[in-house]
């Protein structure tokens, strides 16, 4: 196997030469160093037990606010499956307006939805390597939680408000065909740029945020579009034969899609600033990026103020440097 191993190294060497090749190695580095997916997942999970009872908030306030106008709530419905292409059929179904299903919805909703953004939160914080001393409180959390579910009202608004503008006869061509397309890639990009820095309990700049943000932006609607496509000839398929759990387990898979998104948007934001590359491909060979990145999420784990973790490299156990002594580095994981 010494010719597998010689491979390796070559490919390793090749790709460290190259940023457009070691960066996104990089990110995905950092990802599997941050169990991104285990991130991606309980932020999907959370989705999943919020969105339920935003339909029924939604469904609610729509009722009582549009009554009978038609072609208002063909714009909603039009946005809701644009966004979330899964979800659309249950808002069609139960546009009604309802107290007890305003009043249970809303607190149901909020309880749900306080999930979402706390596991946002938490994901944030990890993949930023904040020590958890420096954490936000309960009460901090939760009011940075509802601040960016008012933000994401504020969102679904605008884009309400900019699919109107999209249906509205008498427009010039050019201008709606712009507007449709750039429209939903600013939202997106605002809201990523705001989740980005209200859910990470660290004062960032912006122009750090705004590679990742502008990812995010572009992925998120790329995979609008696509899911759109797959539910309208896979899913409404599906429906016929698994019912209610094929559109159950198709938004699960869309919002893990969307939040796993979101985690690599956030980690090559880091990996930028720290500027964490390239890095190794192997495990007992370690680059500086390597050192740096792995000293950042050892203080992670600092649980106490005054609480310092220091972090060693027994260089003998990988590649030897030069003078052969033992590296021992303490980086500092600030926003710089």
């Known amino acids: 196997m010494a010719w ?8 390793d060497a090749f790709q460290q030469g190259r940023t457009a090749l070691a960066l996104p190695v990089a990110v995905a580095r950092k990802v599997a160093d941050d169990e991104g997916g285990s991130l991606a997942a309980l932020i ?12 029924l908030v939604l469904s609610a306030v729509l009722g009582f606010l549009l009554g009978g106008n038609a072609s208002l709530k063909a714009h909603v419905v039009s946005t809701v499956a644009r966004s979330f292409p899964a979800l659309s059929g249950y808002v069609t179904s139960s546009m009604k307006g309802s107290g007890l299903a305003l009043g249970l919805g809303t607190v149901v909703a909020l309880w749900a939805g306080l999930g979402v953004t706390r596991a946002t939160e938490r994901a944030m914080n990890a993949i930023w390597d904040v020590p958890l001393a420096e954490r936000p409180s309960m009460l901090r959390s939760r009011l940075r939680g509802l601040g960016m579910l008012a933000i994401l009202g504020c969102t679904f608004l605008a884009s309400t408000g900019l699919a109107s503008l999209q249906q509205k006869g008498g427009m010039p061509a050019a201008p709606v065909a712009a507007l449709s397309v750039l429209g939903p890639l600013v ?3 605002g809201l990523y740029l705001l989740a980005f ?18 990812a995010g932006s572009a992925g998120w609607t790329l995979l609008q579009s696509l899911g759109a496509l797959y539910v309208r000839h896979e899913l409404a398929h599906a429906s016929q034969l698994y019912g209610t759990l094929a559109a159950v387990i198709g938004l699960l898979a869309w919002l893990y899609l ?31 990026a390597d050192r740096r990145a792995l000293s950042l999420l050892a203080r992670r784990y600092e649980r106490a103020a005054g609480e310092v973790v220091g972090v060693g490299f027994d260089e003998g156990a990988g590649e030897t440097p030069p003078d052969g002594r033992l590296a021992a580095e303490r980086y500092s994981s600030g926003p710089g």
């Open 197 to 214: 820095q209200v859910l990470t309990n660290r004062h960032l700049r912006w122009r750090t945020l705004a590679p990742g943000a502008a």
């Open 187 to 189: 939202l997106n990009f």
């Open 4 to 11: 597998l191993r010689k491979l390796i190294l070559r490919g």
């Open 44 to 55: 999907a999970h959370y989705g999943l037990l919020s969105l339920f009872p935003l339909i």
């Open 258 to 288: 969307g939040a796993l998104l979101t985690v690599y948007c956030a980690e090559l934001n880091v990996v930028l600033d720290h500027r964490l590359w390239p890095r190794s491909l192997g495990r007992r060979s370690r680059t500086d």
